[in-house]
């Protein structure tokens, strides 16, 4: 295999495409869209976004310390490319895609009702980086779509029809490949019970 020498740039791909939402009070709540957010900490959850400081949503997320990370589905690609591409300055996100900020359960930040996911999170740290400052945060409630949930209760996001970035475009999660711990599972023994064959019937000569 051939490969090619780049200079250092953002190469890790795919990556979750997020709507952000964020609001002060008494003032119209924003979405910023981030392809830079991630896990970080499981216990307890914590997760992380990193946002330009010239960004709206910047000085909003900063003195409020709050914010929610909408996860985005096939239906929500074109509103989640439009808040990537228009400031908060200029529009109310919300009105123009058509969404409604739905209330969130720990925090002031509204969420976004047609997201199948809203985490609710409390900024925790916020780390200057260079282009962009990393805001560290616990999440401190999770709200789900319940169409999301099978009759036992359990979550299947493969429903969400989640939609990921991978250098600059938009692609829908596709074909399940495995799951968690698949390639060191047991795989189950083979019967080595064989089928009776019936006696075939004996042609006429």
């Not at 200057?128 to 945060?137: E, P, R, V």
């Not at 060191?184 to 083979?190: G, R």
């Amino acid at each position: 295999m051939a490969k090619e020498v780049w200079q250092p740039g953002n190469m890790l791909y795919p990556i979750p495409a997020v709507m952000v939402s964020c609001g002060r009070p008494g003032e119209t709540p924003n979405i910023i869209t981030v392809a830079w957010a991630g896990n970080i900490c499981s216990s307890p959850a914590m997760l992380s976004i990193s946002v330009r400081k010239e960004r709206f949503s910047y000085d909003i997320i900063k003195e409020t310390g709050e914010f929610v990370v909408n996860l985005t589905s096939k239906k929500l690609t074109r509103a989640t490319d439009w808040c990537g591409v228009r400031s908060g300055r200029d529009f109310d996100k919300f009105k123009e895609m058509n969404l409604t900020p739905s209330k969130s359960q720990k925090i002031s930040a509204p969420g976004i009702e047609e997201s199948p996911v809203n985490i609710e999170c409390k900024v925790k740290q916020v780390v200057d980086l260079g282009s962009h400052d990393l805001f560290i945060a616990e999440v401190v409630c999770v709200t789900v779509d319940d169409k999301l949930l099978d009759d036992k209760g359990r979550l299947d996001l493969g429903k969400a029809k989640l939609v990921a970035y991978s250098h600059g475009e938009y692609f829908m999660l596709g074909e399940k490949l495995g799951k968690f711990g698949y390639s060191v599972a047991k795989k189950p023994e083979k019967s080595e019970k064989k089928s009776a064959k019936k006696p075939g019937k004996k042609k006429r000569k």
